[in-house]
């Protein structure tokens, strides 16, 4: 099986630019950042406080079912059967997944399920640690990053099209304080694994980001 790692910080682009590259390569493409997304809304609904009770979150997130369907319009996530797609875009689930990611025992459960899904299928998985800790033997591995002004102005634009009442000065404050605690958690921090290539897409529109990722896997492939 061929397996692709994108890792990178929040609003790097890589769910969109992994989704779109699937597509061109007939590859299956998981949203890792989704999984923890639906764990940290259901400690949410559940009242617990993540980074103060990270044990009630470990116990809570042992006895959900997290399920991925692949439809016409993109990759859905159920939480317990019910669709969250929409609910888990919010920048309060955004935090709570940086909080709950950091739990070692929830990560060793998603993970765990993650390869499971990359082991019988060409795929492109995109998160935090997916060429260090989840697809260490991926044959392409990139680190996708852009400014934090930049990645906050693209997710700003993404909420403010979704109706959302935020503040371009919010979003960059939640963008800067979640690079933070991925990059310093103690459980698989946010980092490029050594063997990554490193694609800045500060500059690069959507449709050139997008061409730079496939012009890797396609180079990866040819050998």
């Known amino acids: 099986m061929f397996k692709v790692a994108i890792d990178g910080p929040g609003g790097a682009g890589k769910s969109t630019i992994s989704k779109a590259a699937a597509k061109q390569k007939g590859f299956v493409y998981i949203d890792t950042g ?48 019910e669709d969250v797609s929409e609910q888990i875009r919010t920048p309060e689930v955004s935090m709570g997944a940086s909080e709950v990611s950091a739990i070692g025992k929830v990560r060793e459960r998603l993970v765990a399920f993650q390869q499971e899904l990359a082991a019988s299928k060409n795929v492109i998985m995109d998160g935090r640690d997916i060429g260090t800790k989840v ?17 906050a102005k693209r997710r700003y634009d993404e909420l403010v099209a979704k109706g959302d009442d935020v503040s371009f000065h919010e979003v960059l404050k939640d963008i800067e304080k979640r690079d933070r605690n991925d990059e310093t958690r103690a ?14 897409t500060s500059a690069l529109s959507f449709a050139e980001s997008l061409q730079a990722v496939v012009d890797i896997i396609d180079k990866k492939l040819k050998n």
């Not at 697809?135 to 930049?150: G, H, N, R, Y």
Request: aromatic share 6%; glycine share 4%; with cysteine.
């Open 34 to 81: 989704a999984m923890y997304r639906a764990a940290a809304l259901f400690c949410m609904r559940q009242g617990i406080d993540i980074q103060n009770n990270p044990e009630r979150a470990a116990a809570a997130v042992d006895t959900i079912s997290i399920d991925i369907d692949y439809q016409q319009d993109g990759q859905h996530i159920y939480l317990n059967g």
């Open 187 to 200: 459980v698989s921090p946010l980092k490029p694994a050594e063997d990554s290539v490193l694609l800045d």
């Open 135 to 151: 697809l260490p033997d991926a044959q392409v591995k990139i680190f996708l990053t852009a400014s934090a002004e930049v990645r």
